[in-house]
């Protein structure tokens, strides 16, 4: 079973920059894709980028269209989401995870019919 860890939150005042990294604990990645997601306080996660792992595809949400840049480092099995002009409204726990192509759109992978989520990294955007 494959763990993920994500690295690089913190606390930034509007308008700053950001560069999370998602690296998978053997080293290698098992799936097409890796995607970003988030979780406010007292809000349900949030998908907010998808990263296709052997390939240029990337897809984001609306909510953070033309600020965040998911991108990904062969070399080094690494994963990274680039958060610029961040707002108050970004300010969540955020975790990467492995996901395949459903009915749905990107799922997380499951393993043992179970979602494996690593603890994530704290972003916090205030003045």
């Known amino acids: 079973q494959v763990h993920l860890v994500e690295s690089g939150g913190g606390l930034v005042q509007p308008g700053s920059s950001l560069r999370l990294s998602c690296a998978p604990s053997?080293?290698?990645?098992?799936?097409?894709?890796v995607a970003w997601y988030r979780q406010a306080p007292d809000s349900e996660r949030e998908k907010v980028a998808v990263k296709i792992v052997n390939g240029p595809g990337v897809e984001y949400a609306e909510s953070v269209k033309g600020r965040f840049t998911a991108s990904r480092d062969m070399t080094k099995a690494m994963v990274y989401l680039q958060m610029d002009n961040l707002k108050p409204e970004d300010t969540a726990v955020y975790y990467c995870?492995?996901?395949?192509?459903?009915?749905?759109?990107?799922?997380?992978?499951?393993?043992?019919?179970?979602?494996?989520w690593g603890q994530g990294t704290q972003v916090t955007v205030s003045s």
């Open positions: 995870n492995q996901v395949e192509l459903g009915p749905s759109g990107w799922r997380p992978l499951k393993f043992n019919n179970t979602e494996t």
């Open positions: 053997t080293g290698k990645w098992i799936s097409v894709a």
